[in-house]
Structure formats: structure tokens, C-alpha cells
């Protein structure tokens, strides 16, 4: 079975841009969930679709936005990208959300 | 939010040795995964614990799930050189929650 893929790896973008991230699930897999990973603050939680709505949502700006499709993909888009923005983005799928988690490569983004 | 403590930070070991890491949490969960994370890829699944008192192993390494449900321990038999990476333990408080908590990870340095 496929892993969790996402596009593109790495990105490198200016302040006030805007990006749009990509994550496919492992084949039947539903849930979808988007996490930041920086060295200072670690790994944390973005938000969570499922049958394409989103079910629980982390601590971050409303700059930070996304969706999913019928087929399960998903999409990450963060708008007025800011320095702080840099990151390795990371993105899990799961059969129901609350099982098993399998990530992605990540995607890395640099914003200058 | 739900803070997850896990330890040691760091570790530098000779090859050979054995390895032991926690994870403790504030409240109790339901599932505790571990993952292994080598610089800029995703963090790879290791060992999902889904029952309080559970011991599974893959391989040389040996993970269960605390009696208390507030507590995970990972042990990793005569390291090897590709051991080396970041190791994060990761939990789910509730059967009807769909976010998963992170530990902020620990870093093994394996001397050969």
C-alpha cells in the first residue's frame, strides 16, 4: 500500500505570499491532519479533516486554512506568509482520526 | 493544551547499549503511539499501544502502554548506529477525540 505523499517537499517563498501545501492518504484512509514542526516549539497540531470537514482545529491564526476533497486528499494553504511561517509541515492520515497515524515526507517551507 | 513530558532529552550511547525513554501525560489516553523521525523526513510509526498494561514489541524495540494510562515507555535493545534520530511519543486522550498530543522528543546518538 502507498504511504502518505505530499507536494511539493520544499518550498521557498517571500513575506505576504501565500502557499498552498498538498497531502494523499493512504489508500481508504479519512482522516487527514496537518501539524507545524519547528525546533522550538515541536510538533504541533493544525487541524483535522474527515469525510471533508474539518473536525478539530489547533491554536493557530486564521491564516492558516484548508480542505479536503471526496477522494480524501487534502490541502494546506497559508495565507500573508510571515518569517515565523518557516517550517516543516507535516501532514497524517488515519482510518477514523483517533487510530493509528501515518505521516508524510513533510513539506519544507522557507519564507524569506 | 495537553502537555506530553518525555525523557531523557537527549541521549548518547554506546553501540551495543540499551535504550530507555518515557512519556508522561497529564491525563489519561486511550492510544500511545511511538515514531521515529530522521532530519527532514516525517516521523516514521514504530509502535501503537491501544490497551493499559500492553507490551509490544517490534524488533528490538519494546514499547507499553503505563497501567496508570498516563505513561509510555520505549526500550531499544543493543543499539545500532542507524538507531540514531529523534524519537517522539505521541497520545490520544479520548476514544471520541480526534487530535493527537506530541512529546517534544529525544534524541539518540548512537557512538559506534
Known amino acids: 500500500k502507498a504511504g502518505v505523499t505530499q507536494t511539493p517537499r520544499y518550498l521557498i517563498k517571500t513575506r505576504g505570499q501565500q502557499v498552498t501545501l498538498s497531502c494523499s492518504p493512504i489508500?481508504?484512509?479519512?482522516?487527514v491532519s496537518w501539524y507545524q514542526q519547528t525546533p522550538g516549539q515541536g510538533l504541533q497540531f493544525l487541524f483535522e479533516y474527515f469525510s471533508e470537514t474539518q473536525r478539530n482545529k489547533g491554536n493557530f491564526p486564521g491564516r492558516f486554512s484548508g480542505r479536503q476533497f471526496s477522494n480524501s486528499r487534502s490541502e494546506m494553504n497559508v495565507s500573508t506568509l510571515e518569517l515565523g511561517d518557516s517550517a516543516l509541515y507535516l501532514c497524517?492520515?488515519?482510518?477514523?482520526?483517533?487510530?493509528?497515524?501515518?505521516f508524510g515526507p513533510g513539506t519544507r517551507l522557507t519564507v524569506l | 493544551g495537553q502537555q506530553l513530558n518525555q525523557s531523557p532529552q537527549s541521549m548518547f550511547i554506546q553501540e551495543g547499549e540499551d535504550v530507555s525513554m518515557n512519556c508522561t501525560s497529564s491525563?489519561?489516553?486511550?492510544?500511545w503511539l511511538w515514531y521515529k523521525q530522521d532530519p527532514g523526513e516525517g516521523p516514521v510509526l514504530l509502535i501503537a499501544l491501544y490497551k493499559a498494561g500492553e507490551l509490544t514489541s517490534n524488533g528490538r524495540l519494546t514499547a507499553q502502554f503505563g497501567i496508570t494510562r498516563k505513561d509510555s515507555f520505549l526500550n531499544i535493545s543493543a543499539s545500532i548506529p542507524s538507531d540514531v534520530g529523534i524519537y517522539f511519543c505521541?497520545?490520544?486522550?479520548?476514544?471520541?477525540?480526534?487530535?493527537?498530543?506530541f512529546g517534544t522528543g529525544t534524541s539518540l546518538t548512537v557512538i559506534p
Open positions: 505521541a497520545g490520544s486522550p479520548d476514544l471520541t477525540g480526534n487530535q493527537f498530543y
Open positions: 497524517a492520515s488515519s482510518l477514523s482520526g483517533w487510530d493509528t497515524q501515518y
Open positions: 491525563s489519561i489516553f486511550n492510544t
Open positions: 489508500s481508504g484512509h479519512r482522516s
